[in-house]
């Protein structure tokens, strides 16, 4: 039989100890929130909700979103943006999420399981860690044409 270490684990009994990431183990989760009524124009192809600023040093273990039926064969990406509003990776988290559903945990529809841990700058595909934010987003790839409620909740870790 054998046992294998974790990062985490190894560096927390190596002697001197090793410290961890505090995003990684011990770090402070928290959570963004909420409910958005989108008009009938606001589901067609390549439309944006932006849904959150988060910081760019977090990790994002959970990003539940549901919505209400919005019509048509309407889908939806999510992923990241910058504060200006360029498009930093359209779905790194999600591609065409159906809609019409309760809310699901989509943060690895897309992304390989070897993304945990991985701070949302390393998600949205830079190698440095800009000190800002990133906004997570739906963009919309096929229109729905109708109004609906899309709600969302994304669970964040910082250090």
């Not at 498009?87 to 988290?93: A, H, I």
């Not at 390393?122 to 800009?130: M, Q, S, V």
């Amino acid at each position: 039989m054998t046992t294998k270490n974790s990062d985490l684990v190894a560096n927390f009994e190596a002697s001197p100890q090793v410290f961890n990431n505090s995003a990684l183990l011990g770090g402070e989760m928290r959570v963004a929130q909420g409910t958005i009524e989108l008009a009938a124009g606001d589901s067609t192809d390549n439309d944006i909700v932006m849904l959150a600023p988060i910081p760019s040093h977090a990790t994002i273990p959970q990003l539940f979103i549901g919505t209400d039926s919005f019509g048509g064969s309407c889908t939806f990406n999510v992923g990241l943006y910058l504060p200006d509003g360029t498009v930093k990776d359209e779905d790194c988290f999600a591609t065409s999420v159906a809609d019409g559903a309760a809310m699901a945990d989509v943060r690895f529809e897309v992304a390989d399981l070897n993304t945990a841990g991985q701070r949302v700058y390393e998600l949205a595909g830079d190698t440095t860690d800009p000190g800002d934010y990133y906004y997570v987003a739906v963009t919309f790839d096929a229109t729905g044409g109708t109004g609906g409620t899309m709600s969302f909740n994304i669970v964040y870790v910082v250090n």
